[in-house]
Nanobody, 128 residues
């Protein structure tokens, strides 16, 4: 079983920044570097949507157009952790942010159903 635990969410004013973290662990968790990691978000009344993904060794990243240039995904394979640095936050960024992992997904994979493992989510609220 793979366990993903997000942290770092909170309340921030528009234009501000937050850094989310997602720590991976688990009894059957083999090697963190064998998983493509991604961030998704879900606003109230909306479907879960792709935000960003990073390749297994961290050499390639992919972003939704809505966050490109403002968010940065990174990973530290030695710490089994993936990060999402969010700058220039907007009220439209308000959502529950989820970390996802999959050993087969490509770093450009955006579909929710392609990711096997999910965290419990962390709330990000951006006030205007």
């Amino acid at each position: 079983q793979v366990q993903l635990v997000e942290s770092g969410g909170g309340l921030v004013q528009a234009g501000g920044s937050l850094r989310l973290s997602c720590a991976a662990s688990g009894r059957t968790f083999s090697t963190f570097s064998s998983y493509t990691m991604a961030w998704f978000r879900q606003a109230p009344g909306k479907e879960r949507e792709f935000v960003a993904a990073i390749s297994r060794r961290g050499r390639s990243t992919y972003y939704a157009d809505s966050v490109k240039g403002r968010f940065t995904i990174s990973r530290d394979n030695a710490k089994n952790t993936v990060y999402l640095q969010m700058n220039s936050l907007k009220p439209d960024d308000t959502a529950v942010y989820y970390c996802a992992a999959d050993p087969e997904a490509f770093y450009t994979t955006q579909e929710v159903y392609e990711y096997d493992y999910w965290g419990q989510g962390t709330q990000v609220t951006v006030s205007s």
